[in-house]
């Protein structure tokens, strides 16, 4: 399975952006990254996910490297709703699609 | 309702107890995923069906764990003989097919073997 690596935590402040890394340099073709958060005592909520070309929509914006071996996920204006553990995934649909977590990435968002 | 239904949300079991959990995908949702989150860890996958057939099950870590889905819809997971490491929340999760489909997550499970 094709793993991701991302900080463990990071911080933020209210109102500006956030730019959360992931690294997937053993990624193949058919793989599509996929970003979940998960809020404390919640299961995992989907956020964006893409292949190739840069990806938006009303949560998050995606921005993927060229070679496709790393990835960023944008939140433009950090709210405290957004505190939560960010998800970097892989998805090969080829193989069921089963998604696969790492630790991910704690946000922190102060007022 | 219209999100994935996970039942009971709370469990307590004494050890060597047997439990059975529910999960409610979205209707139609072709693929039904179980995963097992321990405290203060990401989701571990357990197993994945396809329709009825149970497709994936590499994960699940002993045979004591058994999951089914028989009629494609509702799936349970089964736990024989729960040991204190069963602690945990187990998470369900269902998606249609196609390429750009999104997984969605139940709320989960909190299983605690006493």
């Known amino acids: 399975d094709a793993k991701t690596t991302q900080p463990n935590s990071m911080e933020s402040n209210e109102e500006e952006p956030v730019h959360l890394p992931c690294n997937h340099s053993t990624i193949s073709g058919t793989d599509y990254i996929h970003w979940y958060r998960q809020l404390p005592s919640q299961g995992p909520e989907y956020v964006i996910h893409?292949?190739?070309s840069n990806v938006n929509n009303r949560m998050a914006s995606l921005a993927i490297a060229e070679d496709r071996k790393s990835s960023t996920l944008i939140l433009h204006r950090a709210t405290l709703r957004d505190a939560a553990v960010y998800y970097c995934?892989?998805?090969?649909?080829?193989?069921?699609?089963?998604?696969?977590f790492g630790q991910g990435t704690e946000l922190s968002v102060k007022p | 309702g219209a999100g994935v239904s996970q039942s009971p949300r709370y469990k307590v079991a004494k050890r060597g107890q047997d439990v059975a959990l529910r999960c409610d995908p979205i209707?139609?949702?072709?693929?039904l995923f179980w995963y097992q989150q321990a405290l203060g860890q990401g989701p571990e996958f357990l197993t994945y069906f396809q329709n009825e057939a149970q497709l994936d099950k590499s994960g699940l870590p002993s045979d004591r764990f058994f999951a089914e889905r028989p009629e494609g819809s509702v799936s349970t997971l089964k736990i024989q003989r729960t040991q204190q490491e069963d602690s945990a929340v187990y998470l369900c999760?269902?998606?249609?097919?196609?390429?750009?489909?999104?997984?969605?997550f139940g709320q989960g499970t909190r299983l605690t073997v006493v």
């Open positions: 209707s139609g949702h072709v693929s």
């Open positions: 995934i892989l998805r090969d649909l080829n193989q069921g699609g089963k998604l696969i």
């Open positions: 893409g292949l190739t």
């Open positions: 999760a269902s998606s249609s097919t196609g390429r750009r489909a999104e997984a969605f």
